[in-house]
């Protein structure tokens, strides 16, 4: 039987403690012999979402077979860790004595605060990582992925990427076939690997306000595995062609056509990670044969995500 405690800070965020608290209680219901446990330093604990949760004052006894797992809170940046010494120690004790220590979001915070992310690999939300990486320079922060594992301690992006650490941590222990079952009974889309982005390649680039380029984006999003024409993308969008690509470029840094290989890519690699072959990943896509989508892969292997 394997310990989960979850430990839990004041303005906890649900969805950083519910998505992998989902998983590992979907792993227990299998019988891959999981026990969840919630921890904090007050039985009542207010969080982010405003409904109060109920938690335990008194740890469990924790092998290094167990789990230690600090979810994310509210702050508009991250904020000072709000456990005290003694739960840091506790942090600290564990790992010492061979178990694994994770965190979601600014959950590694407690982590670095604890001594644990010195000189090690770790991530947080995209939107905290700077700070991270100056309050703790020892650490080695690794920016715009979903988690990293290094030397026991796991550190994951925030929000729904605590799910991915999560199975990435059921598939280290029993395998991916039991990952994708879970995956698949809570109609995950797709379980990602720890490299994969922290935002889709749709969200990261909409950050613009051109009415031109959304629309166009619109149809591209819509129909990325079809062959869209320049011409039929500018009558959609209502401007000429040239004014289109300039558009384009300027607002999102990509031309539509490389836009809509963005997107095939990315979905590409989902398939992928979920056991299909390259040639039937590229046809699903929408390319003829794997060849651009090898050569798309290998372009984007070479630019590997970059660490403070």
């Not at 403690?17 to 227990?28: C, D, I, N, R, Y």
């Not at 605060?113 to 991530?123: E, N, P, S, V």
Request: net charge positive; proline share 5%; glycine share 10%.
């Amino acid at each position: 039987m394997t310990k989960v405690a979850f430990l839990l800070a004041p303005a906890v965020h649900l969805l950083d403690l519910a998505g992998p608290a989902q998983v590992f209680s979907t792993a227990a219901d299998i019988g891959l012999g999981y026990e969840l446990a919630y921890v904090a330093e007050t039985g009542e604990v207010p969080t982010a979402q405003g409904i109060p949760l109920k938690a335990g004052t008194a740890w469990p006894g924790l092998t290094a077979a167990d789990l230690i797992l600090v979810p994310g809170w509210r702050a508009p940046r991250l904020p000072g860790t709000p456990f005290t010494e003694a739960v840091l120690r506790r942090l600290r004790e564990h790992h010492a004595n061979g178990g694994l220590v994770a965190s979601v979001c600014a959950g590694a915070d407690a982590l670095g605060r604890a001594g644990l992310l010195d000189g090690r690999r770790c991530t947080t939300h995209h939107e905290v990582q700077d700070e991270l990486a100056a309050r703790y320079p020892l650490a080695r922060v690794v920016r715009d992925v979903l988690y990293v594992e290094d030397g026991g301690i796991v550190t994951s992006a925030g929000i729904a990427s605590g799910i991915d650490l999560a199975l990435h941590l059921v598939a280290t222990r029993h395998g991916p076939g039991a990952a994708a079952r879970i995956a698949r009974s809570m109609v995950v889309y797709a379980r990602r690997n720890g490299d994969a982005r922290q935002t889709s390649a749709m969200l990261r680039h909409r950050a613009h306000l051109s009415d031109i380029v959304h629309r166009a984006q619109d149809l591209i999003d819509a129909r990325f595995t079809d062959r869209l024409p320049l011409g039929d993308l500018a009558k959609a969008s209502g401007c000429s062609e040239r004014t289109l690509t300039r558009l384009f470029v300027t607002t999102t840094g990509l031309t539509p056509l490389r836009y809509q290989q963005t997107l095939r890519l990315e979905r590409a690699e989902h398939l992928i990670n979920g056991g299909s072959a390259v040639e039937s990943a590229a046809r699903a896509v929408g390319f003829e044969d794997a060849r651009m989508l090898r050569r798309l892969r290998s372009r984007a292997a070479a630019e590997p995500p970059t660490s403070a």
